[in-house]
C-alpha cells in the first residue's frame, strides 16, 4: 500500500496513537542515537524536522540548543506543547507547524536532525532538502527506518517508500562538502505501553558539512 504521508494522514495517525499507541504521543524519551551522536557538540542552532511530540526537540534545548520544531500536524503539535509546560523546559523550542516539503527556514542552522520523519515527497530528497539547511562546519543527523526487501508495511516495517539504507543516504553526499562520520544500519528495541516491545530496524547517518563549503 502507498502512503500519501499529507497533513490528512498524519492528523489521522496522531490521533489515533493516543497518548500510549505504538508511536503514540505519550512518555517515549528522546531517540538514543540523539544522545549519542550530538552529546559532544557545542549546543548552537537546531532544526528538528518532523518533530513529532517533541521528544527530540525538548532534549536538544535541556542541552542549550536553540530549536525550531517543525511538523505537519496541528495534533502532534499541541501534545507536544503539552509535554514541554509538562517537563518544565525552558522556552528555546520554536513549534512550527508546516509541511517540510514545501517550507523553508529562511536561515540555516549548526544542527538539523530528523526522526523517522516521511513527508509527502520522495524520502531521499526530503533527505537532500534538509541537508541545504546545515550551515558551514555544521553537522546532520538523520534517523530513519532501515530498507529491507523483506518489510512488510506494519507497525515495526513501515513502507519501503518511507525507509531508506545507508549506502542510499551517503552516495547523495557529495564527499567535497561533507564528511560522513557515522553510516550504520542497526536494530533497537522499544518497549511501550503495558511493557510491549517492537525491534525497530534503523539507519543512522551523521556527517559533517565541510567548513571549506560555502553552499
Not at 500519501?4 to 496513537?17: I, P, S, V
Request: a negative charge; aromatic letters at 6%.
Amino acid at each position: 500500500m502507498t502512503h500519501g504521508f499529507d497533513k490528512a494522514y498524519w492528523e489521522q495517525h496522531w490521533r489515533q496513537a493516543g497518548p500510549s499507541g505504538a508511536g503514540s504521543v505519550g512518555g517515549h524519551p528522546p531517540n538514543p542515537y540523539l544522545a549519542r551522536e550530538t552529546g559532544e557538540l557545542v549546543p548552537g542552532t537546531a532544526l528538528d524536522a518532523g518533530c513529532g511530540a517533541g521528544a527530540e526537540a525538548i532534549w536538544l534545548a535541556s542541552r542549550g540548543w536553540q530549536v525550531t520544531a517543525v511538523d505537519i500536524s496541528s495534533e502532534v503539535l499541541a501534545a507536544a506543547l503539552e509535554r514541554e509546560k509538562a517537563g518544565g523546559a525552558s522556552e528555546q523550542v520554536r513549534w512550527v507547524e508546516a509541511d517540510l516539503s514545501g517550507w523553508e527556514p529562511g536561515t540555516r542552522f549548526e544542527l538539523v536532525t530528523t526522526h523517522y520523519a516521511h513527508p509527502a515527497m520522495p524520502q531521499l530528497e526530503f533527505y537532500d532538502r534538509i541537508a541545504r539547511w546545515v550551515v558551514s562546519g555544521g553537522t546532520l543527523l538523520i534517523v530513519g527506518h532501515l530498507h529491507t526487501h523483506s518489510a512488510a508495511s506494519d507497525e515495526t516495517h513501515p513502507p519501503a517508500e518511507a525507509s531508506a539504507t545507508a549506502a542510499a543516504i551517503t552516495e547523495r553526499l557529495d564527499e567535497s562538502a561533507w564528511e560522513v562520520v557515522t553510516a550504520e544500519e542497526c536494530d533497537r528495541t522499544l518497549v511501550g505501553h503495558a511493557s510491549r516491545s517492537a525491534v525497530l530496524h534503523d539507519v543512522v547517518v551523521r556527517a559533517n558539512r565541510r567548513p571549506s563549503d560555502a553552499a
